[in-house]
């Protein structure tokens, strides 16, 4: 039979909860409720035919798990007699259709997240309403989201590259990552005249004099082999802090025996751990062109005696850390 099922109930719900239309009365939005669902029943001949059947649609309905109002009607058929058949199925609060879908604990995260905007950058909350699931998404980032609005704010046209925001805990992938948020949030805050459309770029190093930065060359060390001049030059290797990084400057060694490590340290590490990453598919082989400092810090990674398949990514140090390693070559 071709009658509205709570699962089909639910789905409505769901739709709902699709659309952002749950969520955003959260925000002071429309509100939606007390609110009529669709309903398709049993008509007077399938009552007649088919009452075992109805009589168990209406026990399914009516069931202890509902968390929907059933507005009755009476019938009196010739047949069967008086009887009464759900005519309207409402869901009266939004507290309901959260329950109904599941969606309680999703929607006290949005809450609290729609608090804290409110108390730090209440010019965003319009973006909230407008995109409350995409929000939602973002509700571990969305602290880290609010420092870096704050901060630019507070520095507008700073004049440097993302690496150089040195805020704690937030590194310039995050930053890339969240980069199409970010120019939305930033839209509602910033002066126009404070926007650069044309500004692009993500990397950055300190002027070193009498120096160069190659990068992203990985295993492709190869490609330098013949390059006679980087053998007469202090060459100095930084790459991530994982076995991959401590294999790649092994590599590098056998072309440049020379290559002394930057930044692949242990002290380093322990700095940075918030922003921990996963290796995963780790290097277990012996390097034998690492120094015995090097080869003990690698053989902890392989072995986990930090923790499971470590990795810091360069790019998550913080420039001011890099700053001051620096003045010590």
Same mark, same amino acid.
């Given at each position: 039979?071709?009658?509205?099922?709570?699962?089909?109930?639910?789905?409505?719900?769901?739709?709902?909860?699709?659309?952002?239309?749950?969520?955003?009365?959260?925000?002071?939005?429309?509100?939606?409720?007390?609110?009529?669902?669709?309903?398709?029943?049993?008509?007077?001949?399938?009552?007649?035919?088919?009452?075992?059947?109805?009589?168990?649609?209406?026990?399914?309905? /009516?069931?202890?798990?509902?968390?929907? #109002?059933? +507005?009755?009607?009476?019938?009196?058929?010739?047949? @069967?007699? !008086?009887? %009464? $058949?759900?005519?309207?199925?409402?869901?009266?609060?939004?507290?309901?259709?959260?329950?109904?879908?599941?969606?309680?604990?999703?929607?006290?995260?949005?809450?609290?997240?729609?608090?804290?905007?409110?108390?730090?950058?209440?010019?965003?909350?319009?973006?909230?309403?407008?995109?409350?699931?995409?929000?939602?998404?973002?509700?571990?980032?969305?602290?880290?989201?609010?420092?870096?609005?704050?901060?630019?704010?507070?520095?507008?046209?700073?004049?440097?590259?993302?690496?150089?925001?040195?805020?704690?805990?937030?590194? /310039?992938?995050?930053?890339?990552?969240? #980069?199409? +948020?970010?120019?939305?949030?930033?839209?509602?805050? @910033?002066? !126009?005249? %404070? $926007?650069?459309?044309?500004?692009?770029?993500?990397?950055?190093?300190?002027?070193?004099?009498?120096?160069?930065?190659?990068?992203?060359?990985?295993?492709?060390?190869?490609?330098?082999?013949?390059?006679?001049?980087?053998?007469?030059?202090?060459?100095?290797?930084?790459?991530?802090?994982?076995?991959?990084?401590?294999?790649?400057?092994?590599?590098?060694?056998?072309?440049?025996?020379?290559?002394?490590?930057?930044?692949?340290?242990?002290?380093?590490?322990?700095?940075?751990?918030?922003?921990?990453?996963?290796?995963?598919?780790?290097?277990?082989?012996?390097?034998? #062109?690492?120094?015995?400092?090097?080869?003990?810090?690698?053989?902890?990674?392989?072995?986990?005696?930090?923790?499971?398949?470590?990795?810091?990514?360069?790019?998550?140090?913080?420039?001011?850390?890099?700053?001051?390693?620096?003045?010590?070559?």
């Amino acid at each position: 039979m071709n009658w509205t099922t709570p699962a089909e109930l639910k789905a409505q719900v769901q739709k709902l909860w699709d659309r952002g239309l749950l969520l955003s009365t959260l925000t002071g939005g429309e509100e939606i409720f007390p609110r009529r669902l669709t309903l398709k029943g049993p008509d007077s001949r399938q009552l007649s035919d088919s009452f075992s059947e109805v009589r168990d649609w209406i026990a399914r309905l /009516s069931g202890p798990a509902k968390q929907f #109002r059933i +507005v009755w009607r009476s019938i009196n058929h010739r047949i @069967l007699g !008086p009887n %009464e $058949i759900p005519a309207e199925i409402w869901i009266d609060s939004l507290d309901d259709a959260l329950g109904l879908i599941g969606k309680r604990r999703a929607a006290e995260q949005f809450a609290a997240l729609f608090a804290q905007t409110r108390k730090h950058q209440p010019a965003l909350l319009p973006w909230l309403a407008k995109r409350p699931l995409r929000a939602l998404e973002l509700v571990e980032e969305w602290p880290r989201i609010l420092e870096i609005v704050t901060w630019l704010l507070k520095h507008p046209r700073p004049g440097i590259y993302l690496r150089q925001i040195d805020l704690p805990g937030i590194h /310039s992938k995050f930053i890339e990552g969240q #980069r199409g +948020v970010l120019g939305e949030l930033l839209d509602l805050v @910033l002066p !126009p005249e %404070e $926007i650069d459309a044309r500004a692009t770029g993500f990397l950055a190093f300190p002027r070193v004099p009498d120096a160069m930065v190659i990068f992203g060359a990985g295993y492709g060390f190869e490609n330098f082999r013949g390059v006679d001049w980087l053998g007469e030059r202090n060459i100095h290797y930084w790459g991530d802090i994982d076995t991959h990084g401590f294999a790649i400057l092994n590599q590098l060694r056998g072309f440049f025996p020379h290559t002394a490590s930057f930044l692949m340290d242990q002290q380093t590490l322990i700095e940075h751990q918030v922003l921990w990453g996963f290796e995963p598919s780790p290097e277990t082989g012996i390097l034998t #062109r690492l120094t015995a400092e090097e080869s003990a810090f690698y053989d902890q990674l392989r072995l986990n005696d930090l923790g499971s398949q470590i990795r810091l990514e360069q790019e998550k140090i913080g420039f001011e850390w890099l700053v001051e390693a620096l003045k010590r070559v």
